[in-house]
């Protein structure tokens, strides 16, 4: 079940929900407008190999950028870049969240993530967003834009193994900053 504007709040009165900084202006009916922090890592195209090997760590195929304060980056047409959250959001033990994006912004061809729009209970850091240009023209991204929502679901019964739980091998837990894949640890377990 999504929870509503009024759980939102009790949720996060209890302290269960965790999202700082949090202005109360963003609950809305039944999600929280987030926001881009100023934090991004840029695919340098020209490096060598020119593919992505699944299997090999790849933070040396991009490198960091900020947004300025009153200076925007601009995202190119098919460009692909990944970005942080401002927030910093901590779920209980039963309760997810889902990752949306603003559908104004939807509407010029920006979409915030591919896949990694679920949230798991146990989760504790800031959510690294997957942001793409589908349009033809270039877009504005400014530090601190409302760039997404994300909305609230109980579970039937609190979950066994949390995010974050050291048999599950959580990969991302506690990033404070975009944060490049870590799929190459899957091939490490292989061995």
Known sequence: MVLSDRTIK????????VIEPLDPACIQPASIDIHLDSKLLVFKTWRYPFYIDV?????????PVEIGVDRPFLLNAGEFVLASTLESITLPDDIVARLEGKSS?????????????????GWCGHLTLELSNVAKLPVT???KMAIGQISF????SPAERLYGSP?????YQGQ????????????????
Not at 55 to 63: A, H, I, M
Not at 105 to 121: C, E, K, M, Q
């Open 176 to 191: 404070t900053g975009p944060t490049a894949t870590r799929y190459y640890e899957e091939f490490a377990k292989e061995k």
């Open 167 to 171: 048999d599950l091998r959580s990969k």
């Open 141 to 143: 991204l400014y530090y």
């Open 10 to 17: 009790e949720e996060i009165a209890k302290g269960r929900i």
């Open 105 to 121: 912004l939807g509407r010029i061809g920006l979409l915030i993530h591919s896949t990694a729009g679920y949230v798991d209970p």
């Open 55 to 63: 299997r090999q760590n790849v933070d040396d195929l991009s490198e």
């Open 153 to 156: 679901l109980h579970l039937t």
